[in-house]
């Protein structure tokens, strides 16, 4: 067992390695939680030039930050190349109203590394040494339209002559309490270079709200030795190196007058360092060394291609002689991390390939923060301060006043996406079930807790709009990670299962009572996180007396029921109770399929004999239903409702195999649409299918056209038959259009950032391959498909999803030509030394070129890449 994985051990026995870690977001301005305007304006509550001057009242953020498990106290980098007009203490981007392609980060950063406990962790910025290009990137990318690429910081050419710092952050962990921090500026340029360094350790404001009486102090002790006191968590100790030139000290409070034109309450502002530093004003910073926000200010010329570095350390003990065993620690942890790794990664034989999913990884564990948010409070607003606008209580999110978020938890994304969204979560936690399960796991269970999901059983989508509807993927995410946990352990966590399972009911029946208005089995659900690829905005209203029959979202509920199943049937054989489960969601599974597969004379049927694939149908009063023939990735969810059950299983359940037999003898035609029962597959398997082998086929066909789906990067999202044959519907006096996008969004019909037209889409991709594994359970390799198509070559199943694994790689991997995809054309990236090995982890991917696009950090469900990789070596 590697010393890492112990730690892992010590944490289920009480000892709290994970109690402090990367939990400060990269980025608090512009989010809901900090928007107390009028009619929910969050950008422009807090713009980026409010940050560094407004005391945040829900959480914070910083640059490289690191925090205990509940944000109180706060670590951060800050640095100043003696040209910009304000510190770099967080990374700029622009907004949602000012991006041409919705929020967007303007930085060059990277998480290299991180142990699942913190144990160890590397980040890198890229800093200009040149005057930050602020102004410029908010400019052209104001006049840059929707058909147009987005202007990035590399665009600039601020990186052309190597004028910047390389700053990689290292981050370790003595003791539980005991923390070590070095920062190794590189100066890559070809002249000497002046840089400013500031650690810095703060409070977060929580005396302003009036929920607490006490505010914390940090004070100078000597030159190199700063004393930290908070009451809640008792006093720590900060140590500067030699190298440090003195300590600054200011408090956490709001600059009212520069924000607001009215008298500050307090003498120092929290952006009083900033003053002093930048400015030079001595006044703004407190002479008595005392506060409650602090740096320690280091200042160099660094050589040509030379190298500086600081360090610092907080801990619980009083050390003597804090820097003696520094660089062994911190070398230590390093090589604890690398064992920790080798032992995921030893089947892994591309050398390359290892240092794509570590990075992966990297992202995951780095993207693990601190989310606070508690509805009534927010919309109440606080004691003694001036109350909300009333417009709040009747606006966004203002029916989930149960909800109470004080909880580490992965977002997708640090900077462009710094809140929870439950489905992205559920993807996530399956390559952070592979570091560390526990996480998963608990991550899971989080969002099935009464402080999150709503009463009515809905679980919380996002935060922009909890009531939005997610794709019910929870449940497969539970059952996923509690297989993955048994295989690791070598036991099964029934206590985890059997706490979701009973939660995931209360969802299950919210989703049929809300959101099958008929009754027949057939669901809506709104956009359910396809955005673009529809004809229009799912979740808009629709006329009187209208409806719209998805696809997707009955697919979606076709396998939420098959993950119940197979969750009960788990669980029947420790609890045998469980089979009434099982028998309930085997028949629910029937009945959603019979409604989707089968034709009634009075209907129109989601899948179309004449395309053999499925659409959505639009019901309009007074008109006949009409089938909406856009060949996206709506039409292949289908694939995602599958299970095998093996004949051993079936066998121990007496009360479900008896129910099972009953049914299938009273209902044969309906078991018979979707189930192969009677036929007994490899390994004495039985299918459950909403796609028997006909109707898998002729999908599976065009989903390999490479005129269609099939991309060199995996599986569009949208076909690209549509490219010359757009999809036009006229429909209220307004006409819609859907034709093929392979990058970005061209409208703002569906909100600032809906860009999923046409490109690669991790989440799904993985969906399919894990679903051909199923099919393949169950077929065995005699059942074989045409590949590439029109070829006459036939592979099996199983041959399949390795080859959509290994596409769905290649953006990320060096071409014949040593050049990555995921970069596009920036030479750069591609063949700069100190650019060409640090991967980013898109949001989405081009559908023609595999060219990185959106979010540039979305390790979120784009982390899955680090999962195929493992499958791919452990099949």
Not at 33 to 59: L, Q
Not at 309 to 333: A, H, W, Y
Request: charged share 30%.
């Amino acid at each position: 067992m590697t010393v890492e994985k112990r730690r892992l051990e010590e944490c289920r026995n009480g000892i709290p390695w994970k109690a402090w870690g990367p939990y400060l977001s990269e980025r608090q301005w512009g989010t809901v939680r900090e928007d107390y305007s009028k009619y929910g304006s969050a950008w422009e509550s807090i713009p980026h030039d409010h940050a560094r001057s407004k005391a945040y009242r829900w959480g914070e953020d910083g640059l490289g930050g690191f925090s205990n498990d509940d944000q109180r106290i706060c670590f951060a980098w800050s640095f100043w190349n003696h040209k910009d007009p304000i510190l770099k203490e967080r990374l700029f981007g622009l907004s949602g109203i000012e991006g041409n392609h919705g929020e967007d980060v303007k930085e060059l950063y990277y998480y290299l590394d991180s142990t699942p406990t913190h144990s160890y962790m590397k980040m890198l910025y890229k800093y200009p040494q040149t005057e930050f290009p602020y102004k410029s990137l908010l400019e052209k990318n104001q006049k840059k339209s929707k058909l147009e690429t987005e202007y990035e910081i590399i665009d600039t050419g601020i990186f052309d002559k190597d004028e910047y710092f390389d700053i990689f952050l290292h981050y370790a962990k003595a003791d539980v309490e005991d923390f070590l921090f070095e920062v190794e500026i590189v100066n890559r340029s070809n002249k000497k270079a002046p840089i400013t360094v500031l650690p810095t350790f703060w409070f977060r404001n929580t005396w302003s709200s009036g929920k607490d009486k006490f505010i914390p102090s940090l004070e100078e002790f000597d030159k190199q030795h700063m004393f930290l006191s908070h009451h809640l968590l008792d006093d720590f100790h900060v140590y500067f190196d030699e190298n440090i030139d003195e300590q600054a000290f200011t408090d956490n409070e709001t600059n009212r007058s520069k924000l607001y034109g009215i008298s500050n309450t307090a003498k120092f502002l929290k952006d009083g360092i900033n003053d002093y530093v930048v400015d030079g004003k001595k006044e703004a910073v407190n002479k008595e060394k005392r506060g409650s926000k602090a740096s320690g200010i280091y200042t160099f010329s660094i050589d040509a291609n030379s190298t500086k570095k600081v360090q610092v350390r907080l801990s619980r003990k009083k050390l003597d002689n804090p820097f003696g065993d520094f660089d062994t620690v911190m070398s230590l942890r390093k090589a604890e991390c690398d064992s920790f790794y080798r032992s995921l990664q030893y089947k892994v034989a591309d050398k390359d390939l290892r240092n794509i999913q570590r990075q992966a990884y990297a992202g995951m564990m780095w993207s693990k923060q601190f989310y606070y948010y508690n509805i009534r409070e927010w919309l109440g607003g606080d004691p003694g301060r001036i109350p909300p606008p009333q417009e709040r209580r009747h606006g966004r999110n203002h029916d989930w006043q149960h909800m109470d978020s004080a909880d580490v938890i992965s977002m997708p994304d640090t900077w462009e996406y710094p809140w929870y969204a439950a489905w992205d979560l559920a993807f996530h936690c399956i390559p952070i079930a592979r570091l560390d399960p526990d996480f998963a796991k608990n991550q899971l269970l989080l969002l099935l807790k009464d402080e999150y999901m709503h009463p009515n059983g809905q679980i919380p989508a996002y935060e922009w709009n909890f009531n939005d509807v997610n794709p019910p993927v929870h449940a497969w995410a539970v059952l996923r990670v509690f297989k993955m946990d048994r295989k690791m352990q070598g036991k099964g966590d029934f206590d985890f299962l059997q706490k979701a399972f009973n939660r995931l009911l209360l969802n299950f029946t919210w989703w049929v009572n809300r959101k099958d208005a008929d009754g027949k089995n057939i669901f809506q659900g709104g956009f359910l996180g396809l955005d673009n690829i529809g004809v229009f905005d799912r979740n808009r209203p629709l006329s009187e007396g209208s409806s719209l029959e998805q696809a997707d979202s009955t697919s979606w509920m076709a396998m939420f029921a098959l993950n119940m199943l197979r969750m009960s049937l788990e669980l029947a054989e420790v609890y045998p109770a469980y089979q009434d489960m099982a028998n309930k969601f085997f028949e629910h599974f029937l009945y959603i399929a019979s409604a989707m597969n089968s034709s009634d004379d009075d209907t129109v049927n989601l899948w179309d004999d004449e395309d053999n694939f499925y659409y959505d149908v639009m019901h309009v009063k007074g008109q006949d239903p009409q089938q909406m023939k856009v060949r996206s990735m709506v039409g292949l969810i289908p694939l995602f409702a599958v299970e095998t059950l093996r004949l051993s299983t079936y066998e121990k359940l007496p009360e479900f195999r008896e129910r099972l037999d009953f049914f299938m003898k009273q209902r044969p035609k309906l078991a018979s649409l979707v189930a192969r029962w009677e036929d007994p597959g490899r390994g004495e398997r039985r299918l459950l299918s909403l796609l028997r082998g006909f109707r898998m086929k002729k999908i599976l066909e065009r989903m390999l056209d490479p005129n269609e789906f099939l991309s060199d990067y995996g599986v569009r999202a949208l076909s690209k038959y549509h490219k010359e044959n757009p999809y036009v519907l006229e429909m209220e006096g307004e006409k819609f259009i859907v034709e093929y996008l392979p990058g970005e969004s061209d409208s703002s019909f569906f909100g600032g950032n809906s860009n999923w037209r046409g490109p690669i889409w991790f989440p799904v991709n993985y969906l399919i391959i894990e679903s051909l594994y199923k099919f393949h359970f169950y077929y065995g390799d005699d059942f074989k498909v045409e590949y590439p198509v029109e070829s006459g070559e036939y592979v099996t199943i199983k041959d399949l999803a390795g080859i959509l694994a290994e596409r769905l790689m290649k953006p990320f991997q060096r071409d014949e030509n040593g050049n990555r995809p995921v970069f596009g054309n920036n030479q750069k990236f591609q063949k700069d030394p100190h650019f060409k090995d640090y991967i980013l982890f898109y949001e989405y991917f081009h559908g023609d070129n595999g060219r990185g696009l959106g979010a540039s950090h979305q390790t979120g469900w784009t982390g899955l890449v680090a999962d195929i990789i493992h499958k791919y070596y452990n099949p």
